[in-house]
């Protein structure tokens, strides 16, 4: 009778500790849901672009030009690698590949469709089709839209050293 009494104990001390883990667990991710996170440097918010405006901007801007920009879009796409890149959009399609200073930082791999609002260098380059294959890779698309890629394409880049995600 002792040991059947014992184990009762013992069982009721065990699973009330993890009723508590349990809720402190719960407790913890709702309260860990930031509305706003900075990644890299910090980011000064006032006087960003709009990405119409950042368009603007790369329209003059020429192959290998640099302009420190500041500018908010739409995130469409990220790296499903690591989150080391990411695409913005621009205007009328466009987009901006946005890559991280000396790979200092990475994306979260679920935010396709927050905003964003990203600070460093804007450039225009034009981009290899062995990179354009590396990059639709990185992004999970299939070997037939792989093979699709087949001319270099004008690029508008942009080196982040800092990002604000929008909740």
């Keep these: 009778m002792k040991g059947i009494n014992i184990l009762i104990a013992l ?3 065990v699973s009330s500790g993890w009723a508590q883990n349990r809720q402190t667990k719960e407790e913890i991710a709702q309260t860990a849901i930031p509305i706003e996170v900075t990644l890299g440097s910090d980011v000064d918010q006032n ?3 709009t990405s119409v405006q950042m368009f603007e901007k ?3 801007l020429a192959v290998n030009d640099t302009v ?11 790296c ?6 990411m695409k913005l959009t621009l205007k009328d399609g466009q987009e901006a590949m946005v890559r991280f200073k000396d790979y200092g ?16 260098l804007a450039f225009v380059s034009e981009m290899s089709v062995e990179d354009q294959r590396h990059y639709a890779k990185d992004a999970g698309k ?8 087949t001319t270099p394409k004008k690029t508008y880049g942009f080196e982040a050293d800092g990002v604000v995600l929008k909740q």
């Design 47 to 49: 006087g960003s672009l």
């Design 142 to 149: 299939s070997d037939a839209e792989i093979t699709e890629i």
């Design 11 to 13: 069982l009721s001390v």
């Design 80 to 85: 499903q690698a690591k989150g080391c890149w």
């Design 105 to 120: 930082f990475f994306m979260p791999k679920d935010i396709a469709g927050r905003k964003v609002i990203v600070n460093g």
């Design 68 to 78: 420190q920009s500041k500018f908010s879009g739409e995130v469409l796409e990220v």
């Design 58 to 60: 790369y329209q003059n």
